[in-house]
């Protein structure tokens, strides 16, 4: 059974920062693109990064340039997403996901964590 499990998540003040695991399980990704996703109230789901198991190349949105920062742990499965410098408008559920198809549209990815809030505060 496959099972993402995103942890990390939390109630920040803006400007601060946040590191949301996932740890995954049930197949092998090393062929898989990682990403993480996030979903506002009321808002589409939106790309955030995603980092390739096998070569560890990665891509981010735009709007998390030089203050996110995704990585993976081979060895523990897990995939990490480092937020720095946070705003309000980043209140969201946070999501892992992985994929045999490289790109930010949430619909090439199979599988699905459960997500987890986070909640910037001004």
């Known amino acids: 059974q496959v099972q993402l499990v995103e942890s990390g998540g939390g109630l920040v003040q803006a400007g601060g920062s946040l590191r949301l695991s996932c740890a995954a399980s049930?197949?092998?990704?090393?062929?898989?693109?990682m990403g993480w996703f996030r979903q506002a109230p009321g808002k589409e789901r939106e790309f955030v990064a995603y980092i390739s198991w096998s070569s560890g190349g990665t891509v981010y949105a735009d709007s998390v340039k030089g203050r996110f920062t995704i990585s993976r742990d081979n060895a523990k499965n897990t995939v990490y997403l480092q937020m720095n410098s946070l705003k309000p408008e980043e209140t969201a559920v946070y999501y892992c996901a992985a994929g045999p198809v490289f790109g930010t549209v949430y619909s090439l990815y199979d599988y699905w964590g459960q997500g987890t809030q986070v909640t910037v505060s001004s």
């Open positions: 049930g197949r092998t990704f090393r062929s898989y693109a």
